[in-house]
């Protein structure tokens, strides 16, 4: 049984410390607060492993064996840092800091690079599932070297969710591989979120339905392809009632999106890793727009409100759930190649040899984009399936039968005014990449005219020329 430390015993780490310890595992604890460390170790006084109160850092470097594991769960960037600061000077060549937060890749690479310079180790990890995954089983995503992974590899899968009994829990490769796979969970758990609210702003402007009615459509929609956690909470955030007013608990939350920079991260990145991200892209936008709430009352005042009833446009509401539930399909798809795509021009470029079906295998469970999708992306992988998920068997089948749906349902969105840009994100992404002849001759014939860019002709390929544009 491993015995190692953790600083920062928050709502995560407090959960974390007690998962390790129910494992069998003795967890040294660091913070802040000795009243939430005590809580913890009364809370766990009963678990197999030992919960140890540290009142500094030294004492916690003390309490543990050589060569040492440190686990750090406190916010990403300056806390973080200063924590590292903190313990650097205590610890043995050898000793390892790994670092369990949503900390950007390139400063991953940057604190990997540092401490191995003083013969430190340091893993950045990914970890997913909320304060419950946490404690019961948290998704694990590792990059740095694979000497440390394999100190911590043990206790974290013995930690980590588990699907048919597979731990989710992996190391991809050097450096900020893992955090890199992190940040583009999230940015697919944005693209999803985006999804979802669109599919509600459709059924209640649209259909005009009341929360409880969109809850019973989110719980069915567990027995299809779209089976996963957020379909599930979704239908829990749609059915509650809201203790003080009686009313659905939907109805009374503030439509302004928070967002704590992961999917913004995950956009900027895939475009200089030159990759189609627009679904991503979409949400975040989307949370950016929905946060401008003051100037879009007074937006609404001058313009009118946007969305109007659909009417019969998608049949009579049977229909219309059913083409929703395709289009969703369609779309969530789209997210899911471009995501894998993004994933796989980041191990191409940073050398990485990332394993497109191991990432998929630790998103199966514990994580909060699980859902059967990832299960059957999985499948395509191992058996030999290419990164674009659209030319695989499975994944190309419900493109071909749910892009008319989601033509359907975008079409009729848009001309009643509902925003629906995740959606016509997806459905312009299809479009384009299923089109062999494009239009970005025009762009290259524009390129040229202006700056002589030059451009290849369709008749001799790889020689760069001139039109016929000036004299
Ligand atoms: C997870 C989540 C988590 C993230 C929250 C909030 O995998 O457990 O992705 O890491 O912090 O979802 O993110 P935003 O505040 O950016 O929505």
Not at 258 to 269: A, D, L, M, N, P
Request: glycine share 12%; proline share 3%.
């Amino acid at each position: 049984m491993a015995h190692v430390g953790l600083i920062g015993i928050g709502v995560m780490g407090a959960s974390f410390a007690q998962n390790l310890a129910e494992e069998g595992h003795s967890v040294s604890m660091l913070d802040r607060s000795i009243e939430k460390m005590q809580a913890v170790a009364d809370a766990g006084k009963t678990l197999k492993g030992d919960l140890i109160i540290c009142k500094d850092a030294e004492a916690l470097i003390k309490s543990l064996p050589t060569p040492r594991t440190v686990l750090v769960l406190v916010p990403s960037g300056a806390p973080l840092d200063s924590v590292i600061e903190m313990v650097k000077p205590l610890l043995d060549k050898g000793d390892l800091i790994a670092d369990l937060g949503n900390s950007y890749y390139k400063e991953t690479e940057r604190r990997t690079a540092e401490l191995e310079n003083l013969g430190l180790y340091f893993l950045g990890m990914g970890i997913s599932g909320g304060a419950e995954g946490a404690r019961h089983g948290p998704s694990i995503m590792a990059g740095g070297s694979r000497e440390s992974w394999a100190r911590v590899e043990g206790a974290l899968k013995d930690a980590a969710a588990k699907f048919e009994g597979t731990p989710c829990c992996d190391w991809f490769g050097p450096g900020g591989s893992g955090h890199f796979i992190k940040m583009l969970h999230n940015g697919i758990e944005y693209a999803d979120m985006q999804q979802i609210a669109e599919s509600y702003g459709i059924m209640r402007d649209g259909l005009g339905m009341s929360a409880g009615d969109i809850a019973d459509v989110y719980k069915s929609w567990m027995n299809g392809p779209l089976n996963s956690y957020l379909i599930e909470i979704a239908g829990e955030v749609a059915a509650a009632t809201d203790p003080k007013t009686g009313g659905a608990m939907l109805d009374i939350i503030l439509d302004k999106a928070g967002q704590k920079g992961t999917g913004r991260w995950s956009v900027v990145e895939s475009l200089h890793l030159g990759q189609p991200n627009s679904l991503i892209a979409a949400a975040v936008e989307a949370r950016n727009l929905s946060a401008q709430k003051d100037s879009r009352l007074e937006m609404e005042t001058i313009f009118g409100a946007s969305p109007t009833a659909l009417g019969n446009s998608l049949g009579d509401r049977v229909d219309a759930i059913n083409s929703l539930e395709q289009a969703m399909i369609a779309a969530k798809v789209c997210a899911y190649i471009q995501g894998f795509e993004i994933l796989n021009a980041a191990s191409n470029e940073f050398e990485w040899n990332l394993d497109l079906a191991a990432i998929a295998r630790v998103w199966r469970a514990g994580c909060i984009i699980r859902s059967v999708f990832l299960d059957e992306i999985s499948d395509v992988y191992d058996n030999g399936g290419r990164s674009n998920l659209a030319l695989s068997p499975v994944f190309g089948q419900r493109l071909k039968d749910h892009i008319p749906a989601l033509q359907q349902v975008t079409a009729a969105s848009v001309a009643h005014g509902l925003h629906v840009p995740a959606m016509f994100a997806a459905l312009s992404f299809h479009n384009m990449s299923r089109t062999g002849q494009s239009t970005a001759n025009m762009i290259q014939g524009l390129r040229d005219y202006f700056g002589a860019h030059t451009f290849e002709r369709l008749d001799d390929l790889g020689t760069a020329v001139n039109g016929p544009w000036h004299d």
